[in-house]
């Protein structure tokens, strides 16, 4: 693999979750000693993906997990036989991939932004790929 | 800043509303100089996002709101005492980043393309981050 | 055009309809002899998008394009006169342009994910764009 890019293991401990993976995120940049650019974040999972929102109330988190369920519920009529369908459909709706600006050597979030790791057909052992790219 | 990262200012007038802000794009992309590579634009807020859609007719945008409101009401039962969680989760769906290919100087979109900032939680002032990446 | 950016023709068959196109991303990457980096997808259009998941089974797809037909109605009260605002819903839904990282000239992809061409409002012969960033 290239210096610039990382992989990190992540367990999932519940059926649908948001974790943040801030910290994450800030330990590729300063591996990769780059402070001015952009860091590509990639989830390589279909029931699994990425969003950006608030880290003040865990409220918030959990209000768009439940809205997702309204919406899209787990046990719906769904043609794919590993009854999962509602996972793959919020990974598609959230993403699966978030690019990051990188200034100064931290990454241009705002004050209440944090970068969450979305399970939604867990839990499970994942896996998370950042790649740095350097632009002055 | 690096020389190639701009800010911008952004008021909304409403508490729902797209704003077109494809100039802004196309400004960062010639003040940055850099003809060929990709424009990262990226929204530091929870409660607003981004979204690339039709800029013809202006009906498109409003039935995309009023869409995402139908699925998403304002006042359903959510845990979040803001009682903004309708702004949080349609942020997630949207996405607050975007990136934009940039060709002979200019960002390559589609005939009816316009990049929108999204206000789910206005009206407020909201920033706007653009970092340019060359690649030829 | 840079010799590192690569347009496409699609010409899709159905009302709506998932397309497999991972083979084109792998082209690009090919031609562009770049090994180290990340492909930014384009898709130029308002009613078509793209999105990357579950390539093992065709029922997930189906299942995608169905859910989102449920929730948002091809024939549902809209305003916009050309009756497919269902299509720019979904478009500004799944979005219109993914990231994917390149690690020793191939796409960092999970086992099961492809990249897909979304069709909300086909037939129609649609473009692509896929611009290649080298970052070793």
């Known amino acids: 693999m290239s210096k610039n890019l990382f992989k990190f293991d992540i ?18 940049i300063e591996q990769s000693e780059i402070r001015e650019g952009i860091a590509v974040v990639y989830c390589p999972h279909t029931t699994a993906g990425l969003t950006i929102n608030e880290n003040g109330d865990p ?30 459909i919020k990974s ?26 979305c399970e939604f057909d867990g839990p499970r052992r994942r896996n998370l790929f950042i790649k740095i790219i350097e632009m002055k």
């Open 11 to 28: 367990k999932t401990e519940k059926a649908q979750q948001m974790i943040d993976i801030t910290h994450l995120l800030r330990q590729a």
């Open 59 to 88: 409220d918030v988190v959990r209000d768009i997990i439940e809205a997702l369920n309204r919406v899209f519920p787990v046990n719906a009529s769904y043609r794919h036989f590993e009854g999962n369908s509602h996972a793959h």
């Open 92 to 117: 598609s709706l959230v993403g699966v991939e978030k690019n990051i600006i990188i200034s100064e050597g931290k990454p241009v979030l705002g004050t209440w932004q944090s970068l969450y790791f």
